[in-house]
């Protein structure tokens, strides 16, 4: 089935993501390459594609996992969560309409 997760993150926690992103990154291409991952990016704080020294508030992920309690364990994993960079994380059950 597939899931949303969506961290949310701490203000001023852009340092963070600079720090964690290669493993973050690294976990997403690992879903990518299994053909799980249909989605993945970062909410720029301002309406840009480079929100320079603003960061970002969050981010959001579509992957495909076995269950619920899978695609939670995924999620709170991520090293973004381990930097302190998310300051909570939602997973929810997705259905796909399209395109």
Known sequence: MWY?????????????????????????QALCDAGRLRLAGPFPALDSEDPGPAGFTGSMIVAEFADLAEAEAWANADPYLAEGVYREVEVLPFKPVLP
């Open 4 to 28: 949303v997760i969506i961290g949310r993150d701490h203000p001023d926690s852009l340092e963070g993501r600079k720090r964690a992103r290669s493993r973050h990154l690294a976990r997403l």
